[in-house]
């Protein structure tokens, strides 16, 4: 599945682009959280905070490259 892909690829990667959205799922896979060992490169908006879609769901996107 998908979760299985992205696992075996993370080790392999520099950067992320990142969209995270803000809602409450079910259980399912998920994606890791991207923490210690990332930094974030930039963010839109620029200030951390959240865009917001016509039927009110909020979003965001960042850049997170690996450190080291």
Known sequence: GGG???AALLPYTSRAEVTDV???VGPG???PRLGEGW???G???ADGGWHTSR???R???RTL???G
């Open 65 to 67: 490259e690996r450190a």
């Open 55 to 57: 039927t009110g769901l």
């Open 22 to 24: 803000d809602v409450l």
């Open 29 to 31: 896979v998920r994606a």
């Open 43 to 45: 963010q839109d908006p």
């Open 4 to 6: 299985q892909v992205y």
């Open 59 to 61: 979003y965001r996107f």
């Open 39 to 41: 930094r974030l490169l």
